[in-house]
Nanobody, 125 residues
Framework: QVQLVESGGGLVQAGGSLRLSCAAS????????MGWFRQAPGKEREFVAA????????YYADSVKGRFTISRDNAKNTLYLQMNSLQPGDTAIYYC??????????????????WGQGTQVTVSS
């Protein structure tokens, strides 16, 4: 069982930045790809970004490409999401996710084995 705890959400004006963190425990963090998802009110949970375990290859949703950066520190068992040029459309609860298996890159909710509790990001116009 893996435990994921997100932090770093908050209220920011359009054009601003936030950095989300996800602390992982209970599983060998460096063995798994990791991902970020988000869910806005009334909408389905959607993929934001993912990063592979050791190579650090990254994947992004088109809506955040060029604005968000996913990274990880395997020594600290921590996943990050740097969010720049935030827009009101980025308002959502952001979730950290670990996939169902070691060789899966979490790019859809169906591939996720465990979720964090989520952290609220609100972008005002």
């Amino acid at each position: 069982q893996v435990q994921l705890v997100e932090s770093g959400g908050g209220l920011v004006q359009a054009g601003g930045s936030l950095r989300l963190s996800c602390a992982a425990s209970g599983r060998t963090f460096s063995d798994y790809a990791m991902g970020w998802f988000r869910q806005a009110p009334g909408k389905e949970r959607e993929f934001v970004a993912a990063i592979t375990s050791s190579e650090g290859n990254t994947y992004y949703a088109d809506s955040v490409k060029g604005r968000f950066t996913i990274s990880r520190d395997n020594a600290k068992n921590t996943l990050y999401l740097q969010m720049n040029s935030l827009q009101p459309g980025d308002t959502a609860i952001y979730y950290c996710a670990v996939p169902r298996g070691r060789f899966i890159i979490p790019r859809s909710p169906a591939t996720v084995g465990s979720w964090g509790q989520g952290t609220q990001v609100t972008v005002s116009s």
